[in-house]
């Protein structure tokens, strides 16, 4: 199946599943490859990166539903591997080089809503490294983990996975949990901090972590994009920014960082009901690394997305500028050209 007949395809499904689905942007741009369907509901794509060679990179992504699961996609679009059974995993993210039991291993750390826990495979290979499964928010009215975002420390490589949950408190909406692999090559995850304001309006599900400016980002759905520190050592839970108030049509959804360099780039927001993406400064706006002003708003060919990821690296060619994933309703992910969305960048700057 080529890209436009997929493009079909999803509009297709769009128009006979729900008249309520957000309509294809006729101004959309079009992806360089939409991949294979899963069997129930895509939501959230993580990007991994192979080691030894940029064009054998995959893409990670869930499948929403009590017998859902881990995905794993080549850049081609298509379906290379499943993981066992996830009942209903709901985000993804990826950390490089976790020691286990001393191997350096990349893992995907998902959330499993219907059985409150985070689930922990190896990549590329899926292989459970968790028992089962690790709780969280435990003691808790509120659990229902929806959101997940791994940070990476810098300074010694310690690995974090901040969780969202469906609902939860403002002041500890995130927990954020220390993981580390035992002797048994297995990983456990131990809380080391709750933190997050909350509006109250809707949901916090998507969430950015970037690594090298220490900065942690959350939609506040309906309400916001909430900036705080990363690093739970710092023992800061101040509130850095909140922006993006007024710039979307209803919510604030599936969130990824561009890294240009070390410190500059973007941030992309799915404006989900408006079938784009709204597009910030990484490094901040005048000067202030916490003041976030709307470079962009960029027309895609997703429906109502809930997540996406992005890489710069040189994946080879059509990526060789990098590469932009978004989930889209119809079952699938949209891998875009990142040459594409820059061009529409500079096109449709404000």
Known sequence: MNKYSSLIVVAAFVTSCSSSLAPLRKDGLKPTVVTETVLHDTDDPAIWIHPTNPQESLVIGTDKDTDGGLYVFNLQGKIIKKSETIKRPNNVDIAYGLQIDGVLTDIAVTTERETNKIRIFSLPD???LDNGGIPVFEGEMERDPMGIAIYT???DK?????VGRKSGPSGSYLWQYELKGTSDTKVEATLVRKFGAYSGKKEIEAIAVDNELGAVYYCDEQFGIRKYKADPALNDNQELALFGQKDFKSDHE???IYKASAITGYILVSNQQANSFM???REGSNGNPNEY???????TSTIECDGADITAINLGKPFDKGLFVAMSNGKTFHFYDWKIIQEAIDKHKK
């Open 279 to 281: 597009v910030y400064p």
């Open 293 to 299: 002003k709307l470079l962009a708003e960029i027309p």
């Open 153 to 155: 420390r810098p300074s």
């Open 126 to 128: 899926l292989k459970p």
């Open 254 to 256: 599936g969130m990824a």
């Open 158 to 162: 310690a690995v974090f996975a901040i």
